[in-house]
Each structure stands twice: as structure tokens, then as C-alpha cells.
């Protein structure tokens, strides 16, 4: 699996920006505050459906505009995906792979995969084991849909 290229509009600080993904290694570079964890960031919500720095899906949204777009191309095996992200101030952030809604999260999961490691993860090493299971369940989630749902169950009955 690879992505082929990254849209945002009205995202964080990325205004408008379209970034076309080559096959191989790719580098990420520029001065601070220039959106580069942004653009990681839209990467990982089309991804995981939410974002990994914030709760609040209105802060993702740039202070001039009233609504974030995010789209991501994947190929795999000479197949293609579109998932597109689209957030609004006063409404429900909708989802979408290939143009058909995506209800529950778990139905995206599995479509791009994807690891966030952030410095707030240094918590996997400080704090005891469930900080570790929780970040190794949700990584492994994103390989077997089936699995999603059993810890979903599991983890609604412990907390």
C-alpha cells in the first residue's frame, strides 16, 4: 500500500495545499510552523477518522474558513482509494472511501494504514502496560476489522 497524493483545504495552516506522494521514501522539511505535522496529521484522520493532537474536531478547522476538507489516494495492488475527510464547524464531521459514506469508524479502519508516534507516546514508556496495550490495540486494529470490534466490546465493558 502507498499513498499517492495528499489534499487539504482549510485545514489547520494549509490553506490550500496538494502534495503529490512518490513511491519510495519521501522527506518532509521546512521552518517551524510551515504545517508539516499538519500534513501529517491530515494523512492520519483520513486514516483513523480522528485526530491524534486534539478531541475537538473544530480545531482543525482554519480560523478563515467555515469547513476543513482532507483527501488521501492510496493504491494497493494496482487498486486505488479515495478517502475524503470533510469537517464543519456547526455539523458532523462526514467520511467517505471511494464516494460511499463511511458510518462507523471501524468501516474505515483497515483502508490506509498508518502509525502516529508523537512525543505525548513517551507516555508508553512512563506510564504502567495498559497505556501500552491501548497504543498496540489500536495500531493492530487497523489489520483486522474483526478484531476492531471485539476490542471495542471489550473495552466498553472495562471502562
Known amino acids: 500500500m502507498r499513498i499517492k497524493d495528499v489534499y487539504a483545504d482549510g485545514f489547520r495552516n494549509l490553506a490550500v495545499a496538494r502534495t503529490e506522494v512518490f513511491p519510495g521514501i519521501n522527506l518532509v522539511s521546512g521552518d517551524?510552523?510551515?504545517?508539516?505535522?499538519?500534513?501529517?496529521?491530515?494523512?492520519?484522520?483520513?486514516?483513523?477518522?480522528?485526530?491524534?493532537?486534539?478531541?475537538?474536531?473544530?480545531?482543525?478547522?482554519?480560523?478563515?474558513?467555515?469547513?476543513?476538507?482532507?483527501?488521501?489516494?492510496?493504491e494497493r495492488g494496482g487498486f486505488s482509494d479515495h478517502i475524503s475527510v470533510n469537517i464543519k464547524k456547526d455539523e458532523k464531521k462526514s467520511i467517505a472511501v471511494n464516494a460511499l459514506e463511511v458510518k462507523k469508524l471501524g468501516e474505515l479502519l483497515?483502508?490506509?494504514l498508518v502509525v502516529a508516534f508523537s512525543p505525548d507516546d513517551l507516555a508508553l514508556i512512563k506510564y504502567g502496560p495498559a497505556e501500552r496495550r491501548r497504543f498496540m490495540d489500536v495500531e493492530l486494529c487497523q489489520l483486522n476489522k474483526l478484531y476492531y470490534y471485539e476490542l471495542k466490546q471489550d473495552y466498553h465493558v472495562l471502562r
Not at 64 to 69: G, S
Open 110 to 112: 483497515g483502508t490506509l
Open 32 to 74: 517551524n510552523g510551515q504545517g508539516k505535522t499538519n500534513f501529517l496529521e491530515a494523512v492520519y484522520i483520513c486514516a483513523a477518522g480522528r485526530s491524534w493532537r486534539t478531541k475537538s474536531d473544530r480545531d482543525l478547522i482554519n480560523f478563515n474558513a467555515k469547513e476543513a476538507f482532507l483527501r488521501v489516494t492510496t
